[in-house]
């Protein structure tokens, strides 16, 4: 909606940007965790490495869904958004290359997980693999056809992939 009102009425942009960032935040009250996400993350830290959150959401939703669900202490930042910039967002690879320079991290050394199409392009845009969370049916086919270099259905098997790798 934000790309289609950019490029219809751009002079809209900073009104619809900071109105649908409010309606964000107001959704995190709701949202529940994805299941398994917190222990796809403790698996993460576990094994040393660091994950940064990377969303077309706004920064200040992402950290106020962090912290109400008690998962900001697993996530190193965030990158939501750049307010009032529609083209920031994926596919855009411009917030993966953001977190990639805040960790330091080259893209062969980072892989994103995303559920949909356009996080596949935007990982391959900044040079990195993809993982795709098919979190509906019908998705796996589509993330597949993307390019992701693996696909799940459940965050749990992340988990459990990231625990047997430290096996």
Same mark, same amino acid.
């Given at each position: 909606?934000?790309?289609?009102?950019?490029?219809?009425?751009?002079?809209?942009?900073?009104?619809?940007?900071?109105?649908?960032? $409010?309606?964000?935040?107001? +959704?995190?009250?709701?949202?529940?965790?994805?299941?398994?996400?917190?222990?796809?993350?403790?698996?993460?830290?576990?094994?040393?490495?660091?994950?940064?959150?990377?969303?077309?959401?706004?920064?200040?939703?992402?950290? $106020?869904?962090?912290?109400?669900?008690?998962?900001?202490?697993?996530?190193?930042?965030?990158?939501? $958004?750049? /307010?009032?910039?529609?083209?920031?967002?994926?596919? /855009?690879?411009?917030?993966? /290359?953001?977190?990639?320079?805040?960790?330091?991290a080259k893209?062969?050394?980072?892989?994103?997980?995303?559920?949909?199409?356009?996080?596949?392009?935007?990982?391959? +845009?900044?040079g990195m693999?993809?993982?795709?969370?098919?979190?509906?049916?019908?998705?796996?086919?589509?993330?597949?056809? +993307?390019?992701?270099?693996?696909?799940?259905? /459940?965050?749990?098997?992340?988990?459990?992939?990231?625990?047997?790798?430290?096996?």
């Amino acid at each position: 909606m934000l790309r289609r009102i950019a490029d219809e009425r751009e002079d809209l942009v900073p009104l619809a940007d900071e109105t649908l960032a $409010r309606l964000e935040m107001e +959704a995190v009250d709701r949202a529940q965790p994805t299941p398994g996400a917190r222990a796809f993350l403790e698996e993460c830290q576990a094994s040393g490495r660091s994950v940064w959150m990377v969303s077309n959401n706004a920064t200040v939703a992402i950290e $106020r869904y962090l912290a109400a669900h008690g998962l900001d202490r697993l996530v190193a930042g965030q990158f939501g $958004r750049v /307010s009032g910039h529609p083209e920031s967002m994926k596919p /855009s690879p411009q917030l993966l /290359s953001a977190a990639m320079a805040a960790a330091a991290a080259k893209p062969g050394d980072c892989v994103f997980v995303g559920d949909a199409v356009r996080d596949v392009e935007a990982a391959h +845009a900044a040079g990195m693999e993809a993982i795709g969370y098919a979190n509906k049916p019908g998705k796996g086919a589509a993330l597949t056809k +993307a390019g992701a270099v693996a696909v799940v259905t /459940s965050m749990d098997s992340l988990a459990r992939a990231m625990a047997n790798g430290r096996t």
